[in-house]
């Protein structure tokens, strides 16, 4: 168990939830100046309690908005050492021109006036999105201190979740200095406030904020933003074409808004009711042992900031959005503030799109988008979800991403397979999408690949000596290109249905390369994140779950969530939980974790033969032969069936790397053999070496479909390129 | 059959210098007779006015079209090996993938929830992602022929398209396969001449549309010429769009010249690329809409057919496989009807 507590602070906040909030407060009194994207913050007042049980005489701050002030900050670099060059078309910035210390108070209570002026100062010159306070006084264990700060953010055009895009749109988010957590890390207490990574996210305490936000005129009524509003304009300001709301948000642990002149401002009451899902509610409370009205989630307003290009997707947004206050809330417990809103970007901000802040969030979503791609539904969902995972239990997402990220995508998908139809795989025509999946891909050649002008697709002449290298597109394959030469109403499969759990298995085509305990922001591969912050984790998750049954999962999930909303867990924190409650599941998790998060151990299982020997009495003496084929040892179900359709079941322990099993005396013959039927090892990165036929059976007519739809699909292909040119 | 009653003799131009008479080609009036087909009929140009000309071409065209069509349906043998071409060829990917997935897939029985048995009308994701993962490198190895496919189709398409060309100028009582491969080799040089001709001029289309020209005219319309940063999605989208048709359009009209300069060659025998390809512009010039209402009533005659023969097959609950057959059928046929039918063309208003 940390000790970061003192004895105080622990008991209260083990006796009141939320109470790590009133740790921290933030009083901001902000001005957005008439561009739309210079934030003035007139003062910023911070009061903070040391919860950790060393004094500090330091405040770490994170100005994160600095990482787009020149292009040798930590996330540019990092960026460009991933490969990405991209920088922002104009700069962002926040300075901070006055600190002072208005106050400390001891852990007696005694409070100490102050006004001594404080210096601001950067870790690191060049980077600047950690900025540091000395202190005249250490901060004791218990005590607590209020310093005030006044800055001017310029917001960069939309870059990397945040800014604004012309025509008035502005995301501002991670636009004020924002405290660090002093807490133990690597084994001592001291400020984790790591600088803008190009690879993770945020990390930040929770605290209570009250901002008053003036805005020029053109934004009344098309604003959003963390807290809930409340409009305190005064004649005067009227008179200034300002207006001017208050917003107060408590137990969050950070504060975003986003304004709009153009946007639609739409607002929905969600009630459970409209969402009931009887089944799983009794699934629910019968596996936590309550009734179901002490599951169901609470009522809650959503707001959505919808661009009016979008119209036709609010119904889309609002739906995805019930459903996950709807499934979040039975699950884990009901979300707890009376407002969500949701952003959906204008045109020229994508890039803020598809992220999450506490009681806010932006979806994404593009024209022409069909219904059963579940677009916005998918980011939707996704990022409401963070609403619970870093929005109430909120880890450290520089080092643990995994612990948001990955529980975030497990659930999304349990939703998306659960309340919504499958998603539909589609192709693009014209910038409208249509439902359908090609059998096979003309490979496409990047320039200087001479294969390039095998299909006629470019030209390549890098090497000659007369003339200057040359590199050109014969044809740009555009999309009614490819929908005349691939015909998709005849060639394509039609309806080809995902599964979104399933889908995460695609991070199994990866290398996976480092473990999931390596810290996220130190990744060798950006596109490593996707797959030890994401998939892999929920891959992970889901395997738990099917291995441990549903009701166990269910427990353990809502315990874990339970116990650490507002609260910072770690690893181990969500491991100790796994142990308590899947104890009797047969699974050494000790052995488990090892193999899937401190080591890269890759799991694997397969049938390998089926023999049915004849016995002198005519029946058959059925033995099988199955194999693991990685290090990740986890037992596996066996399930052996026979010609008249009845099945064997079995379970192997997998520690042996082979293993013949004799299944006994029968009197017909067995026909396959397949180990893990039920896909409970979702981690198993070969599923189809899972199955064997005896050797006298034939298979499914599959293979046949599929090659004669491969070839349909060239042969229209073919035609194509035969007749152009 | 009388002159005044053929709307195609009122389009066709006839120079002053050249006798008013012609002979019509099968594409309008074909009869199985050779004799038949040899009467010259006169030709009365009765049009002197370029866009009366234009306005009169659309029916002419259509029933050199339709024309078209009858002579490719009649010769079945020539049907058949391109059909015979058109199924072999994907072969060469169609049997790798039946292998690997004969070799993956065949033992996998349903997943609980899911069911991989409807493959040939819809199929569950999870079966092809789980392919490209396990199978990815054998999967990528199998497309990668597909570019080298791709280049012998095009060259063998030349061959092909040379072959209808000369069956419908020059071979009309021919009905042979030897007679097709016959009339494509004589002109299949030059017509690779045009071919690699057309390359160059593709490029410069392309990058007319997508390179720096293109970016010079976008940053006219969006900022930085990026859709991304319009303020408006659907004005972004709008211009992507115009730029695709265009493009597409643009790529047709070099496919018109390209095809006109191939009648050319097979019309006079020509060897010269170049000099077919000159004339075939200034033959556009002179007769924009005629070859475009053949070429593009062809695709719209073969889009149809193709959806009825998908229909057909619904209706008649035939297994897919039906459609490998009857789709290069369709397509071989529509194929031979655009290329006879404007070499006929060709020939009947050159008069040559």
């Given amino acids: 168990m940390r000790k970061r507590t003192t004895i105080l602070s622990f008991l209260a906040a083990a006796l009141l939830p939320g109470f790590l909030a009133a740790q921290l407060s933030y009083d901001l009194d902000i001005e957005l100046h008439d561009d739309g994207r210079t934030i003035y913050g007139r003062s910023l007042v911070v009061s903070w309690v040391n919860t950790a049980s060393t004094p500090t005489d330091e405040l770490y701050w994170h100005v994160y908005n600095n990482a787009w002030s020149n292009k040798d900050t930590v996330f540019l670099t990092e960026g460009r050492y991933y490969g990405s060059t991209d920088l922002p078309r104009v700069k962002g910035s926040t300075n901070v021109f006055e600190a002072s210390m208005l106050s400390t108070v001891d852990v007696d209570g005694n409070a100490t006036a102050s006004g001594e002026e404080l210096t601001f100062e950067y870790v690191n010159d060049v980077d600047r999105t950690v900025g540091v306070v000395k202190l005249p006084v250490a901060i004791e264990p218990g005590g607590s201190v209020q310093v005030r700060l006044e800055f001017t953010s310029i917001m960069p055009q939309a870059f990397r979740r945040s800014g604004w895009g012309e025509g008035g749109y502005l995301h501002a988010v991670q636009w004020y200095p924002k405290l660090g957590v002093y807490e133990e890390l690597d084994g001592k207490d001291q400020w984790n406030c790591e600088p803008y990574h190009y690879m993770s996210e945020f990390y930040a305490d929770f605290a209570d904020y009250n901002v008053e936000l003036t805005l020029p005129e053109r934004f009344r009524d098309h604003c959003v933003t963390t807290g809930t509003l409340k409009e305190i304009t005064t004649p005067s300001q009227i ?15 950070d504060f975003a808004f986003t304004v709009d002149a153009e946007a639609l401002l739409l607002r929905r009451t969600f009630h459970e009711i409209d969402y009931r899902d009887d089944a799983e509610e009794m699934k629910i409370s019968a596996a936590l042992g309550k009734t179901p009205k002490e599951v169901r989630p609470q009522s809650c307003e959503m707001i959505l900031l919808l661009q009016p290009e979008h119209a036709e997707y609010a119904n889309r947004y609002f739906d995805a959005t019930a459903k996950s206050l709807y499934y979040f809330g ?17 045109n020229n901000a994508r890039q803020t ?16 988008m069909a219904d059963r791609t579940l677009s916005p539904q998918g980011v939707t969902v996704h990022e409401f979800g963070h609403q619970f995972w870093y929005g109430l239990v909120a880890n450290d997402e520089f080092r643990h991403a995994w612990l948001d990220e990955g529980f975030n995508t497990f659930s999304t998908n349990r939703i998306l397979d659960l309340a919504f139809n499958a998603p539909l795989d589609t192709y693009t025509l014209l910038g409208q999408q249509y439902y359908g999946r090609a059998p096979m891909t003309i490979p496409s ?3 200087g690949d001479k294969r390039g002008m095998l299909g006629l697709q470019r ?11 040359l590199s050109y597109e014969l044809r740009h394959n555009n999309s009614v290109q490819k929908f005349l030469s691939e015909l998709p109403l005849t060639t394509y499969y039609p309806h080809v249905e995902g599964s979104a759990s399933i889908g995460l298995r695609s991070s199994l085509l990866r290398d996976w390369g480092q473990p999931l305990a390596h810290p996220t922001y130190d990744l060798f591969d950006s596109g490593l994140r996707g797959v030890n912050a994401y998939r892999r984790p929920a891959l992970t998750l889901e395997t738990i779950s099917r291995i441990v049954g549903e009701d166990v999962f269910i427990r353990l999930m809502h315990d874990y969530h339970t116990n650490f909303r507002f609260k910072h867990p770690l690893p181990q924190d969500f491991f100790d939980v796994v142990a308590k409650h ?10 488990f974790w090892k193999h899937a998060y401190y080591k890269n151990d890759e799991l694997d299982y397969s049938a390998h033969f089926v023999l049915n020997a004849v016995n002198d009495d005519g029946t058959y003496h059925v033995e099988i032969g199955v194999r693991r084929r990685g290090a990740f040892v986890v037992p596996v179900d066996i399930e052996v069936t026979f010609e008249d359709g009845s099945v064997h079941h079995g379970v192997w322990d997998g520690v042996d790397s082979a293993k013949r099993i004799e299944i006994g005396d029968f009197a017909v013959k067995a026909v396959r053999v397949e180990v893990d039927p039920q896909r409970k090892l979702m981690l198993d990165r070969d599923w189809f070496n899972n199955s064997k036929l005896a050797e006298d059976v034939e298979g499914s007519d599959t293979a046949w479909h599929v090659s004669i739809r491969t070839m349909l699909w060239a042969q229209q292909v073919l035609h194509y390129f035969g007749g152009a040119g | 059959m009388g002159a005044a009653s053929t709307p195609l003799l009122r389009r066709c131009r006839v120079k002053e210098e050249q006798p008013k008479e012609q002979i019509i080609v099968d594409a309008m009036n074909f009869s199985d007779e050779p004799e038949a087909n040899q009467q010259p009929e006169k030709i ?3 049009v002197e006015d370029s866009q009366e000309d234009m306005a009169a071409a659309r029916p002419g065209s259509v029933r050199f079209l339709i024309g078209g069509i009858f002579f490719a349906l009649i010769r079945p043998r020539v049907l058949c090996f391109l059909m015979l071409w058109s199924c072999v060829l994907p072969l060469v990917v169609a049997v790798p993938m039946f292998n690997q997935a004969n070799r993956d897939l065949s033992a996998v029985q349903d997943l609980p929830g899911q069911s991989i048995l409807a493959l040939p009308e819809s199929a569950p994701a999870w079966m092809f992602r789980e392919w490209q993962i396990q199978s990815c490198d054998t999967l990528t190895s199998i497309s990668d022929v597909m570019p080298l496919l791709i280049l012998l189709s095009s060259i063998f398409g030349l061959l092909f398209s040379a072959g209808w060309m000369s069956m419908a100028t020059h071979y009309r009582d021919e009905h042979s396969l030897r007679a097709f491969l016959k009339g494509g080799g004589e002109s299949f040089f030059p017509f690779l001449r045009t071919w690699l001709l057309a390359l160059p001029v593709f490029a410069l289309t392309t990058y007319f549309f997508w390179g720096t020209p293109s970016e010079w005219v976008l940053e006219k319309l969006m900022p930085e010429g990026d859709a991304a940063l319009a303020a408006s999605e659907t004005t972004g989208r709008a211009i992507d769009i115009t730029r695709q048709l265009l493009y597409m359009l643009a790529l047709l009209k070099i496919e018109i010249i390209i095809d006109l300069a191939r009648a050319s060659i097979v019309v006079g025998k020509r060897s010269s690329a170049v000099l077919a390809i000159l004339r075939a512009v200034g033959f556009l010039f002179r007769r924009p809409f005629a070859i475009f209402v053949i070429v593009l009533l062809g695709f719209i005659i073969e889009a149809a057919l193709i959806f009825c023969s998908e229909w057909l097959r619904d209706l008649l609950e035939w297994p897919l496989i039906a459609a490998v057959f009857m789709l290069p059928f369709v397509r071989h046929v529509m194929r031979g009807a655009r290329q006879s039918a404007v070499a006929n063309y060709y020939r009947a208003a050159t008069g040559e």
Avoid at chain 1, 330 to 343: A, D, M, Q
Wanted: no cysteine; aromatic share 16%.
């Fill in chain 1, 239 to 253: 008179d200034d074409k300002k207006v001017v709301y208050s917003s107060k948000a408590e137990d969050v642990h």
């Fill in chain 1, 330 to 346: 039975l699950w884990y417990g009901t979300y707890p503030y009376e407002t969500i809103s949701v952003v959906d970007p204008a």
């Fill in chain 1, 582 to 591: 899947a104890v009797d599941a047969g699974v050494d998790w000790d052995s």
């Fill in chain 1, 459 to 469: 030209w390549e002449n890098a090497e000659s000596k007369f003339f200057p290298a």
């Fill in chain 1, 353 to 368: 799109g598809g992220m999450e802040y506490p009681r806010l969030f932006t979806g994404g979503a593009r024209l022409g």
């Fill in chain 2, 44 to 46: 009365v140009d009765i």
């Fill in chain 1, 445 to 447: 050649y990047e320039e």
